[in-house]
Each structure stands twice: as C-alpha cells, then as structure tokens.
T-cell receptor, first 119, second 114 residues
C-alpha cells in the first residue's frame, strides 16, 4: 500500500469554474476525512465518511462544496462556482477505527494534498 | 475563536538539545490530543498522541505531557536531530480521538541548528 493518494497535486482554475479532487485512502481504512489548509493556518476539518456514509460536515462546508464516497473506497470533493477564497491546500486523510487492536493510535494518515489556486 | 493555540510560530534549537513545543486549548470537552509533523509539500504525519486520562506518553525521542487543569500540553523531543526540522501541529478531538474531526493549532516551525 502506498498510503493516501490525492489527485491532482495542483489545480489552477478560473473563478466560477467547478473543480473536483480525488482521494484514494489506505485500502483497509474505513474512515476518510477532508481538511482544508490555508497559508499560516493549521488544517481545518471539512467532513468525514465512515465507509460510504457521510457522518459529519463542518460549517465551513458551504453549499458549493460536496463530497462523496460512493463505494466506501475512494472519495471525491467537488467545489462548484469557485471563489478566490477557496484557494487552499485540500488534504485527505484516512484511519481505521473500531478495532481494539488500534486503540493505542488514533492518528490519521494524511495524503500530500491538492493545492487549489483560483484566479 | 482559536480553540487550540500554539503561541510560538517558530522555535530554534541546537542539535542534541531538547526541543519543547507548547500547545494550549480552551475547549474542556477535548479528550484526546495529537501531535503532527509536516514537511513542505507533504501532508502532516502523525507523531504521538495522548488521552485525557493520562498525563504523559512516551515514544522513543518524543514525549507528550498533558496538564488538564491548565489545559496545556507540550511535546518534548530529545535529543533534537536535523531531520526534526519541520512544522509541528497540535490537534485535539472531543470524541475519543480520531473518530471525528480534529481541531488543529496554527503550528510551530521547529528549526534544528547544527
């Protein structure tokens, strides 16, 4: 397993266009998370999935944002009608929860992110 | 409002000495705390965590201390090595750690001087 994979690594788009990012988590992980990081800030939680169910959404996730994880494996994050304020690094992470064997470590595994620039 | 605060944007430490990174939090519901390390152009990498029922957790050169009454935690790295130069994020969870979204601080850039 090569870890959490995110594509594309970089995306430049014009304001008003739609963009979609993809995340492939570690295969045996059942939880998948999306975060956003802007310059000088720590990652900010957007949403997470348990298998294919989206269980929590941050108030940061406006109506223009939608995330899916249709088969409980990879996930997509779509931003419609992009705005300059959407420019950020979008990070995906995955984890395995529920097993007594992993209670010692609740750390996520993050991908390298997709850097979005809206011009 | 910043619920997790890392008040030092940067810290410079000599190689071989101890690095101490600090983190304060305001939300008393937080019950699990984590430290992540981030190199440029990479995602954060999990380092070490601690549950609120403990006051210390150690893993090799890394030790995290938790003072619940002060709502303060710290990460000690000893001895510091050049490869430790990175941005360190403190993060907290209110639901058992890792189960839901984490709240991150802004990070501290640790620079290890040779």
């Amino acid at each position: 397993d090569t870890g959490v994979s995110q594509n594309p690594r970089h995306k430049i788009t014009k304001r008003g266009q739609n963009v979609t990012f993809r995340c492939d988590p570690i295969s045996e992980h059942n939880r998948l998370y999306w975060y956003r990081q802007t310059l000088g800030q720590g990652p900010e939680f957007l949403t997470y999935f348990q298998n294919e169910a989206q269980l929590e959404k941050s108030r940061l996730l406006s109506d223009r944002f939608s995330a899916e994880r249709p088969k409980g494996s990879f996930s997509t994050l779509e931003i419609q009608r992009t705005e300059q304020g959407d420019s950020a690094m979008y990070l995906c992470a995955s984890s395995l929860v529920g097993s007594p064997q992993i209670r010692q470590n609740y750390g996520y595994t993050f991908g390298s992110g997709t850097r979005l620039t809206v011009v | 409002d910043q619920q997790v605060k890392q008040n030092s944007p940067s810290l410079s430490v000599q190689e071989g000495r101890i690095s101490i990174l600090n983190c304060d939090y305001t939300n008393s519901m937080f019950d699990y705390f984590l430290w992540y390390k981030k190199y440029p152009a990479e995602g954060p990498t999990f380092l070490i965590s601690i549950s609120s029922i403990k006051d210390k957790n150690e893993d090799g050169r890394f030790t995290v201390f938790l003072n619940k009454s002060a709502k303060h935690l710290s990460l000690h790295i000893v001895p510091s090595q050049p490869g430790d130069s990175a941005v360190y994020f403190c993060a907290a969870s209110a639901r058992g750690g890792g189960a839901d979204g984490l709240t991150f601080g802004k990070g501290t850039h640790l620079i290890i001087q040779p």
